[in-house]
Structure formats: C-alpha cells, structure tokens
C-alpha cells in the first residue's frame, strides 16, 4: 500500500479548501465583470470607458508609486531577512531560538493597526523620537520620518520582514553542511562557498520569499493609510478613495485589475529574468 | 625499508563539552600509504578525519603535514581533497562543472580546465557524462564523480568519509577494487573511514583500529587478523569466537582439551579469553559420548565453497567454517570434537 494520497483521495481532501477559494474566484470574475460595466454604480452592459478613465497621469503616477515602494520595501527586507535566516538557524539554544521566532513572527500576531500606531507613537511629530531629540536642543522643528514615503516603506518593511524571513529559513536548512564543507575542501574560502554554493541552492527559496513579499507590498492598503496620510497615494489608497468620496465602482474595479495584472507582470518578469541569469552564469562557469 | 611520514597526528585530543571524542591519538601516515579508520559508530573515526581537514579544531595536538604544523590552517587552506559520506555532489553544476571546481578556484580555466576534467572522466571510465546533470546519474556514476571531483586539484592527501556506505553490496566490491586501483594510480596518500571491517581489509595498507575514541591497534590487515591486540579488535575484524578459558596456570590455558601456551606474559590466575577464528577451528565426527570434550553440531549451512557450523560445547556456542567436502556425513546433531591449532589461537587478559 502506497502512504502517499493518490491523486483521487488527495483531490477529494483538498474540496473543503477549493470550495473555500471559490468564493475569492468568484469576486474576482465580479470585479472584472463590473469593471467593463457601462455604468459607474452598478452592472450595466458593457464599456471599457473605467479603463480609458485611468489613463490619467495621476493614476500612472500610483502605479509607478505602488511598484517603486514595493520594489524597494522588497529588496530592503530580502536584505535584512536573509541574515537573520542564518543567526535562527545558527543559534544553539532551544530558548533564543525561540524567543527570536517570536519576536520575528510578531508582525504577523499583532494587528496592523497597532503596528502603525506604534510607529506614530515612536517616529511621529510628537513621538519619542522628536520630543527626545527636541529636549536635548539637537532639533527645533520635528522631523518628519512619517505621513510620507519613508514612513511608508519603514511600515512595508516591518510589516512584512517574517513573510521573507521563515521561506529562507527552510531554503537555508535545505543546504547540507557537506555541500559547504566539500566547496572548503577544494579550496573555496568563506565569501566563495557563500556565492558558489549558498546562493544558488537558495536562489529558488530566496525568489519564493522575494514573490510573496512584493505581493504582500504592492497590494498593502492599511500601512499606507495610516503612515503615509492622504500624501502617498499607493494603488491601495487610490481605490478605495474611488469607492468611497466618489463611488466610483467600475473604476475601482478597472484599477483592482490593473493592480493584479501588474503584480502578475512584475512577478513573472522577475522570474524570467532571475533564469536568465542563472544561466548566463551556468553558459560563463562552462567556458 | 625507510620510513617517510607524511602527516604526523601529534598527541591529537578533542573534548565535546564533556565528551572525550579523541584521547591522545598519536598516529603517523607514510606516504603513499592507504590508512582505513575502522571502528564502532561512536569511536571517533569520523571526528578524527574531520580534525584532519580541518573541519575540526583538535581540543590538544598538532597535525603535521610534511614537517609543518598545519593545525592552524583553515580547510581550504589545506587543499586536502574529500569525499563525504553523501557525496556532497553541487546539484547546480553539470559533472563538467563539479569537477572543474577546484581547478577553476586554483585559476585553472577554459582549455586547460576541460582538458583536466576530460582526463579524470576518462580515468574513471566515464568519458561521455561531461554535460550531464548531476540528477542524472546512478549511484555509482555520482560516486566516481565525487572522487573524480577529490582528486583533480591533486591533493596531498585524499580524505574519504564511509564514501561506499550508500551504495549495494555488488557495486560496493567493484568500487572497493575500483577505488584501490585509482589510489595506486594516483600514489596519494589516502585516509579512509569506515565501520566495515571487510572494506577496510579490502583497501588498506594500514589498519587503524579505534574504540572509545582511542586506537586500539594500528598495524597492517593480515597482521591485525591473524594477531589481534586485544579482544575489541579480534572480536570487531568479524568471524572470531571468543571464549571465557578461565584462569591461566603454568603460562598455559585449556582450550576444550588443547592445551595452548600463552605468548605474552601473563599473571598465574588471570581470567583469559581465547579468540580463534571460525576457519581455524578444526572438526573431526565422535561416535560415543566418552569424552568430555565433545560437542554437538546445533546448526549448519552450506554456504558453496564452505560449510558454517555453530557447535554446542560446554555450554557455549562457537562457529565453525570448513570446506564443504568436510562436511560430509555431518548432520545437526551430529557429535563432534574441535581441534585447535594453538599458532592460531589469541589469548587475551579478560577485563
């Protein structure tokens, strides 16, 4: 007897989970349905009029936003989680171990909210930071870290570091110590191996994590509310400002499409591009 | 015959928290020579070759490469080419690239790479596997590689961790004889781990025979099989009974009504124990029962070119292996008496 599903059983487990999705499928299709709709309020015959209407430069101006700040938050976070990977995987004690795991995870636990008003309460223009810096006379005027991009991509960053961190934690426990070891057999020193060995076997795990935080990023809607203001109007904000002042609903929809398709595009190309890449590398290390 | 050591392993300990992995090895290596570590899991065989790469700080001791101490160099400083018990081949890289790896980090590139690569392809017999991936490959295909890969930036030394362990028993022959014929070709002073005491016999010049993190006898094979230094190593090398002869009188003990003298000196009333090889033990068919000597056959089986017997005597069981022929008219049951060739017999202290 076979201890794995066949596909029949397996399918038949995973119904509860795709009757669950359909629902999501379902307002997915709706969306698109109401963004070709005729009318801005309801569903009403067929136009591609929402979509002519975002072809403003205001709302070229959002996707850009949206995709550079993403980008950035991204790369920033890759950054910081990759090291971080390796020092919970490194640490000995079942204790730190822990105590890091939760400590990273927390940004999942905590509400966004309570995130965002944390770094109110600590970077605002009357948070600790200021009101300390104004008290030792090092600053007049309150320096402002949030209610623009900054305090945006610092909310990003945060928020999403543990979606980055635990994919390369497995990716970087998928790596044997003989691998590392074999590269230092043969003479490869520590910066060597890192780039020879560790990076390519995490490059699949590294692009999983990069995948989900720029989704994550791109589609981010309570951190640039509450930390960017009305200034940084990322696609999140700018939808919603359709639905709600202006009820505009055929437009918000046409620009919730807009946000899926470029995600999509941005993450596709990245794909391509990251196996290109590698196999310039593989076409360079063969000569 | 003079002796040229290559690596001297100084005095080396190595202490894990509270562990005592290595008590004070002390082991030279001739050039040239092929060093099998063979012992129990848990003796610190693998520990000991880890310390020899580098992988490993040595807690006391020093490593002497050549009359330099190397203790201090980082592995890939020593350039010591290994193979790991799961091979560790780069699952990135094409066979091509696996073993053009250390050439390419010593600043062997393009022509003289591949020329390299193509001359370790065909020494071990896969000259058309070059641009394969390494998930390609059979066991014994990834195997060569991985020793292909060890000795193509010519190492000094040529370290391998239970490299066959993986592989069946019929491939696991052929690539012992593989294996010693490569070592031979190469000359390079190699050290190989392993708890298999028939490889280690198969490959070895040398036998270094560990328990308990200390070496319990470091001669050539046969001299370790024929003279075991004590009862671990007679009983680990396989195939040798063990038996509980009581106390020594007069230099001499009896073995089931041979008398056998004991070649080192041992105290008058210190318990021995004898150990003698199943092939050594002699069979000749009783009728009666008059002799108190005499034991009855409670198992056998024909094993082709030899016959193996467990004899029942004074309550204890040995083995016995003879030739087939002698087994004929023998039967479980039948009533023996064992003969023994005292030469062939190893009496050790009992602790």
């Known amino acids: 007897m076979s201890l794995q599903l066949t596909k029949p059983k397996a399918l038949a487990y995973s119904l509860p989970a795709l009757i669950a999705i359909l629902p999501f499928l379902g307002a997915c299709l709706y969306i698109f349905r109401f963004s070709i709709s005729g009318e801005q309020s309801r569903i009403d015959g067929f136009s591609i009029q929402p979509y002519v209407d975002l072809m403003t430069p205001f709302f070229g101006r959002s996707v850009w936003l949206t995709l550079r700040l993403a980008f950035i938050a991204t790369v920033l976070a890759m950054l910081m989680a990759v090291p971080l990977a390796f020092l919970l995987i490194s640490l000995r004690s079942a204790f730190a171990r822990r105590t890091l795991t939760i400590v990273i995870l927390l940004p999942l636990i905590l509400n966004l909210l309570v995130q965002a008003y944390g770094w109110i309460l600590l970077l605002g223009p009357s948070g600790v930071l200021n009101s300390t810096l104004r008290s030792f006379g090092i600053i007049e005027r309150p320096i402002f870290l949030l209610f623009n991009e900054t305090g945006v991509l610092l909310g990003l960053v945060q928020t999403s570091l543990p979606l980055a961190v635990f994919p390369i934690v497995s990716a970087v426990r998928g790596i044997s110590r003989e691998h590392l070891e074999a590269a230092s057999s043969l003479g490869a020193s520590h910066w060597r191996i890192f780039f020879d060995v560790t990076v390519p076997l995490l490059r699949p795990g590294l692009f999983g994590a990069a995948s989900i935080v720029f989704a994550f990023n791109a589609s981010a809607f309570a951190i640039p509310l509450l930390l960017g203001g009305r200034r940084v109007q990322m696609m999140g904000i700018a939808i919603r400002d359709m639905i709600s002042p202006l009820f505009n609903w055929s437009g918000a929809a046409a620009a919730g499409m807009i946000l899926i398709f470029v995600t999509m595009f941005v993450m596709l190309f990245a794909a391509w591009l990251t196996r290109l890449a590698s196999e310039k590398v593989e076409r360079q290390n063969a000569r | ?351």
């Not at chain 2, 610190?44 to 160099?73: C, H, M, P, V, Y």
């Not at chain 2, 593989?178 to 036998?207: C, N, S």
């Not at chain 2, 068919?285 to 198992?299: D, H, Q, R, W, Y």
């Open chain 2, 1 to 351: 015959m003079t002796s040229d050591t290559h690596l001297h392993i100084n005095n080396v300990s190595k202490r894990f928290d509270t562990v005592d992995a290595l008590r004070d090895i002390d082991l030279k290596i001739e050039r040239g020579s092929f060093v099998c570590l063979l012992g129990p899991s848990g003796c610190g065989k693998t520990t000991l070759l880890r310390i020899i790469a580098g992988f490993e700080a040595a807690s006391k001791g020093s490593l002497i490469l050549d009359g330099n101490d190397i203790s201090n160099q980082p592995p890939h400083k020593r350039g010591f080419g290994m193979v790991f018990q799961s091979l560790a081949l780069f699952p990135h890289m094409s066979v091509a690239r696996n073993i053009g790896y250390g050439l390419k980090l010593r600043g062997i590139k393009g022509a003289a790479q591949r020329d390299r690569v193509e001359e370790l392809l065909e020494v071990i017999q896969l000259p058309h596997i070059a641009d394969r991936p390494v998930s390609a490959l059979s066991g014994g295909q990834r195997q060569r590689v991985a020793i292909a890969r060890a000795l193509a930036i010519q190492p000094p030394l040529f370290l391998l961790d239970e490299p066959l362990s993986a592989l069946d028993a019929q491939l696991r022959d052929n690539m012992q004889i593989e294996l010693r014929q490569l070592q031979q070709k190469f000359g390079v002073t190699t050290v190989l781990v392993t708890h298999d005491q028939h490889e280690a016999m198969m490959l070895a010049d040398e036998l270094v025979v560990l328990k308990d993190g200390a070496i319990r006898q470091s001669a050539p094979p046969t001299q370790i099989y024929n003279d075991p230094a004590d009862s671990f190593v007679a009983d680990f090398l396989g195939a040798a009974n063990l038996i509980d002869v009581g106390a020594i009188k007069g230099g001499a003990v009896d073995l089931f009504g041979t008398p056998v003298q004991s070649a080192t000196p041992h105290q008058d009333g210190d318990n021995i124990l004898a150990a003698v090889r199943a092939e050594h033990v002699g069979l000749t068919p009783v009728l009666s029962n008059g002799k108190t000597c005499v034991g009855e056959i409670s198992f056998m089986r024909d094993l082709g070119a030899a016959t193996e017997f467990v004899v029942a005597i004074q309550g204890k069981d040995l083995r016995v292996r003879r030739s087939s022929a002698e087994a004929q008219g023998l039967d479980i049951g039948s009533k023996v008496a064992l003969t023994f060739d005292p030469a062939q017999v190893s009496l050790f202290k009992a602790v």
